[in-house]
């Protein structure tokens, strides 16, 4: 059984920064896929970031991200992400997900998930 636990959300100003991480518990396999999604009010839910874990690790983002969010593993094996330059378009409930195997951009592939974390940038 995976589980994830999501921190680091919080209220920021435009232009400000934020990092969360996501803490992985439960998994044995040496190849995956943590992912970083977020869904706003009536709209989709939509990735924002992955990186695969196996044989190397390379990161992936979404356009609208790519430039200014870093997504990342550290020595305790949290998956962060890094976000800077915050727009108020950013502000959603983000969400961490694991999915064995190889990456996806698409939600529902990743079979586990966190309780998500609240991320709010004002103007």
């Known amino acids: 059984q995976v589980q994830l636990v999501e921190s680091g959300g919080g209220s920021v100003q435009a232009g400000g920064s934020l990092r969360l991480s996501c803490a992985a518990s439960g998994y044995t396999g040496s190849s995956y896929c943590m992912g970083w999604f977020r869904q706003a009010p009536g709209k989709e839910r939509e990735g924002v970031a992955r990186?695969?874990?196996?044989?190397?690790?390379?990161p992936y983002y979404a356009d609208s991200v790519k430039g200014r969010f870093t997504i990342s593993q550290d020595n305790a094996k949290n998956t962060d992400l890094q976000m800077n330059s915050l727009k108020p378009e950013d502000t959603a409930m983000y969400y961490c997900?694991?999915?064995?195997?190889?990456?996806?951009?698409?939600?529902?592939?990743?079979?586990?998930w966190g309780q998500g974390t609240q991320v709010t940038v004002s103007s």
């Open positions: 997900a694991f999915k064995r195997g190889g990456c996806s951009p698409m939600p529902t592939d990743f079979a586990y």
């Open positions: 990186i695969y874990i196996g044989s190397g690790r390379y």
